[in-house]
């Protein structure tokens, strides 16, 4: 059972253009949601975050933005730059007192190209 | 480099065969949790410990087993191995108080059983 689903395996964007990366669950109890970016032979780093009293948070160049009637949230990022070429895993959470444990999503491998 | 150290970073062994995949969390962080990243999969959340005692599980199978040691390195022990084991294996930390956003990931043990 997949509750945190990206449906786009990969993803390709013109370097300075607006890269967009979805995220849909299924856990209404999930109340934080989180990015992670990934490089070849690295681990996961946390990239932004959002909780659920939210519907937008900014970062730089990245913007998440959260839609809890739909279930889905996005990742924005501009303008897109070849350093941003990863796979961007989405994750879940709920608050559990502490057993607080990150559902991800399967990842989408963004692809800029100068 | 998050401070999250993953030995060894690749192990290729046989069917039945039994290993042990190493952490050492960040300097001062309590959490250890291990995460499997098979093919075309997301992160698969195995199993937390916090300073050495037990704190949530998720789809670990029998078959596996970690622990977290006095000098809070952690230790994940896969037995009686299976082609389907293999995958990349990831152990994160996290500062004590802090949430799912303040995970940092080490590299990563790519399991390969032949």
């Known amino acids: 059972d997949q509750q945190v689903k990206q449906n786009s395996p990969s993803l390709s964007v013109q370097e300075g253009r607006i890269s967009i990366l979805n995220c849909d669950y299924t856990?209404?109890?999930?109340?934080?949601f989180l990015w992670y970016k990934k490089y070849p032979a690295e681990g996961p780093t946390f990239l932004i975050s959002?909780?659920?009293?939210?519907d937008k948070n900014e970062d730089g160049r990245f913007t998440v933005f959260l839609n809890k009637s739909a279930k889905h949230l996005s990742l924005h990022i501009v303008p897109s730059q070849p350093g941003d070429s990863a796979v961007y895993f989405c994750a879940a959470s709920f608050t559990n007192f502490g057993n607080e444990k990150l559902t991800f999503g399967t990842g989408t491998r963004l692809t800029i190209i100068p | 480099d998050s401070g999250v150290t993953q030995t060894p970073k690749h192990l290729i062994t046989a069917t039945g065969q039994r290993v042990t995949l190493r952490c050492s969390p960040r300097s001062g962080d309590l959490s250890v949790y291990w995460y499997q990243q098979s093919l075309d999969q997301g992160l698969q959340f195995l199993i937390q410990?916090?300073?050495?005692?037990?704190?949530a599980k998720g789809n670990i199978l029998e078959r596996f087993s970690a622990q977290q040691f006095p000098d809070l390195h952690s230790e994940l022990n896969l037995s009686s191995l299976e082609l389907g084991d293999s995958a990349l294996y990831f152990c994160a930390s996290s500062p004590p108080g802090q949430g799912n956003e303040k995970l940092f990931f080490g590299s990563g043990t790519q399991l390969s059983v032949l």
């Open positions: 856990n209404s109890m999930f109340d934080y």
């Open positions: 959002i909780s659920s009293i939210k």
């Open positions: 410990y916090y300073n050495g005692e037990e704190r």
